[in-house]
């Protein structure tokens, strides 16, 4: 008989409906009764794409001899992490201030109000690998409910009070504003780069996308060409490795390994769009094919594969299917030679690194141990006639692999995702100018507005199946806004500024801590035991850090002290870490580059967009960090300027393209005519330039 997680629409809540554990859904019911029966609760937190999620489901819940223990002593609550990051954050905090680390599986006793005491991650079911067996961990815990009450209500006082100083994060410095903090990242980024393999540090090895991103536009602004180094040799070392998806595109979220071979193979929504970013950023300042080539691989696998029927996109893929950790990515030799044939496929296998032995658990994962040219030359073959073979057999095993069973997908959508998604289709578009891109942002920010908004204009965090939950937080906000932005600069409908301009509004109303910064979560929100601010980037940019960017990015485009007052901020509460761990800090730091720059504001004005399409392309394809880009036509012209003062006295109208170049808060005789345009365009290159 299902239990109460039925009536959830979170794939992973509903993964558990069937666990003879007496799940509850995180809210009122479950600490009414924990508190009416005088009972622990036992807080599990996790996602669908979590293999030791799923594991521990294998061995535990679905154990009726646990779960006889679960019912009999606890109340049990499970939460989708992706729906609800406001109670992962401070429950995970709590863990790893317990035991020193943290992870998912999150596993936590708490008291029926909501106050820590004990934590885990993964336990087996039994005593092994020097770990408790669950079952000893509930045992002993309800054995201390029962004999030990007085020490854990004082334990959980003296961990809510830790977790209120914690939530606060590093304190603010007094200083001002300074590139030496962007200085320090740079060289601490340096310092730990992987000269071998590319990355940072060791394995498991994350993309760290944010920290690149960084980089790049710091390269765009000042070359080094050490810190090229660095940024060229972790994006190719990513892109030949298994953590890319070689047939579909795609990245998966980790490398388990130091040389990027052997993926975790789930894949997120947010390291795609983020890896799209950098990807496409690189092409845009180095022209280099094939980052184009990875950057279309993982856009064109987001739209066909993760892509909701009405434009908005799903949150993750499993690495997990039949049961198996990434049976659907892995081939044996025979079988690629039975697709391809003997001569087709012995070259396949020579170049992604195929042998009858395997390189993962007998098994192959793609990958590239050379690069395509060096391939091409120990082969004998021209470079151009081995990529027309390669392509061909990459369709063709995708083709075969599509018969395989897939990995789950977690089909919710994320609006703080999807804002993330929405930035990778834009940098996309610009890099490669192909309008699917833009067309695909279009209708995700559509969506967004139209299903995860309440009736005041309010975000909601996440859909499934037309229902809409949980009250929005500082993430999906800051993301949104900055989205937005990104989608006005090169497709600059009132609209989109509109929007912008609304919801950072309420977010400053709802979310701004008069002491400076933001909170995570809003005035009305449910409070939790500690209100955190979400100042460190993680696999995602800080929520706090993404507000203030926000903020920057749209002041300058409106002209609006209030914005830029909330950004400066937004700024100074991050310098904590800005300071004390620039790893942790990169969004933050993009935030403090642009705002230590003086405004820079390029305006071209088109008759329409179809007969310019050639100038609107050298004007978006640049990569420009510090500058704001409006491309608007002549008939849209008056309403964007009811928004922004950069429009203002510039909408006659006219038969030929206008530039407008305002540099240093002063601007220059516009520039008109496609030819002159270009000009202008050109003399304003990056000196590492992108592609013709």
Not at 283 to 292: D, H, I, T, V
Not at 571 to 578: I, K, P, S
């Amino acid at each position: 008989m299902p239990n109460r997680l039925a009536t959830a629409t979170s794939p992973y809540l509903l993964q558990h409906k069937d666990n003879p554990v007496d799940w509850y859904p995180w809210g009122p019911e479950a600490f009414e009764k924990a508190r009416r029966e005088d009972k622990p609760i036992f807080l599990s937190v996790g996602y669908s794409a979590c293999h030791w999620c799923h594991v521990m489901e294998r061995e535990s819940f679905e154990n009726p001899d646990i779960a006889r223990i679960l019912n009999e002593h606890f109340v049990s609550i499970k939460v989708d992490r992706e729906e609800r990051p406001d109670i992962d954050q401070v429950y995970m905090q709590a863990v790893q201030m317990m035991t020193g680390s943290g992870g998912w599986p999150m596993s936590v006793f708490m008291t029926p109000d909501g106050r820590p005491f004990f934590a885990g991650t993964y336990w087996p079911p039994e005593s092994k690998w020097g770990r408790p067996g669950f079952d000893q961990v509930l045992n002993a815990v309800a054995e201390a409910w029962k004999t030990k009450r007085a020490d854990i209500e004082k334990q959980s006082v003296s961990i809510v009070g830790q977790l209120q100083e914690m939530a606060r994060g590093p304190q603010a410095s007094g200083r001002d504003l300074s590139a030496e903090w962007i200085a320090a990242a740079d060289r601490w980024l340096q310092e730990n780069f992987d000269s071998r393999w590319g990355g940072f540090g060791h394995a498991p090895k994350f993309p760290q996308a944010i920290d690149l991103s960084l980089l790049i536009e710091l390269e765009a602004t000042a070359p080094d060409p050490q810190r090229r180094q660095v940024i060229v040799g972790t994006l190719d070392g990513m892109a030949r490795g298994g953590i890319y998806d070689h047939l579909g595109g795609g990245f998966a979220r980790y490398s388990v390994d130091d040389q990027w071979l052997v993926p975790h193979f789930e894949k997120m929504l947010y390291d795609n769009a983020l890896l799209a970013v950098v990807y496409a950023d690189a092409y845009r300042l180095w022209g280099e094919a094939w980052m184009a080539d990875v950057l279309r691989g993982t856009l064109d696998y987001v739209v066909r594969d993760m892509r909701h029927p009405q434009g908005a996109f799903f949150s993750s893929e499993d690495a997990d299917s039949e049961g198996v950790e990434g049976k659907f990515y892995v081939w044996d030799r025979q079988e690629i030679l039975n697709v391809l044939g003997e001569e087709q496929g012995s070259v396949f296998c020579q170049v992604y690194g195929v042998t009858d032995r395997g390189n993962f658990e007998g098994h192959n994962i793609l990958h590239l141990p050379r690069s395509i040219p060096q391939a091409a030359s120990d082969l004998g073959l021209p470079v151009e006639s081995l990529q027309d073979l390669l392509a061909d057999a990459r369709h063709k095993l995708l083709q075969r692999r599509e018969q395989r069973v897939r990995p789950g997908r977690d089909d919710k959508v994320l609006l703080s995702w999807n804002a993330l998604m929405i930035g990778g289709l834009v940098h996309g578009y610009r890099a490669v100018g192909d309008s699917r891109y833009l067309q695909a942002a279009r209708q995700a920010a559509a969506f967004l507005r139209m299903n995860l908004t309440d009736g005041e204009g309010r975000l909601l965090h996440a859909w499934k199946d037309g229902q809409a939950s949980a009250e929005g937080f500082l993430e999906d906000y800051g993301y949104m806004i900055e989205a937005l932005v990104a989608l006005f600069q090169v497709d600059s409908q009132a609209e989109h500024l509109q929007w912008a301009i609304e919801l950072a509004e309420t977010m400053i109303d709802q979310f701004a801590d008069p002491a400076g910064g933001f909170f995570f979560t809003a005035r009305s929100a449910e409070p939790l035991v500690a209100r955190s601010k979400d100042l460190m980037d993680s696999s995602v940019p800080s929520a706090a850090a993404s507000a203030a960017r926000g903020l920057l990015l749209l002041g300058r485009i409106t002209g609006r002290d209030d914005f830029l007052q909330q950004a400066e901020s937004g700024l100074r509460a991050c310098t904590g870490v800005m300071i004390n761990a620039p790893q942790a800090a990169a969004h933050a730091l993009r935030g403090l580059h642009l705002c230590l720059h003086p405004p820079e504001e390029l305006v071209l004005v088109v008759p329409d967009l179809a007969s310019c399409q050639p100038v609107v392309a050298n004007m978006v394809r640049p990569l420009w960090p510090t500058r704001i880009t409006v491309v608007v036509e002549q008939a849209q012209a008056a309403d964007v300027a009811a928004l922004s003062p950069l429009l203002q006295g510039r909408c006659q109208v006219e038969p030929e393209p206008r530039l407008y170049i305002c540099q240093g808060f002063a601007c220059q005789t516009p520039v008109v005519g496609a030819e002159q345009i270009e000009s202008a365009l050109h003399a304003m290159q990056p000196r590492s330039e992108g592609p013709e």
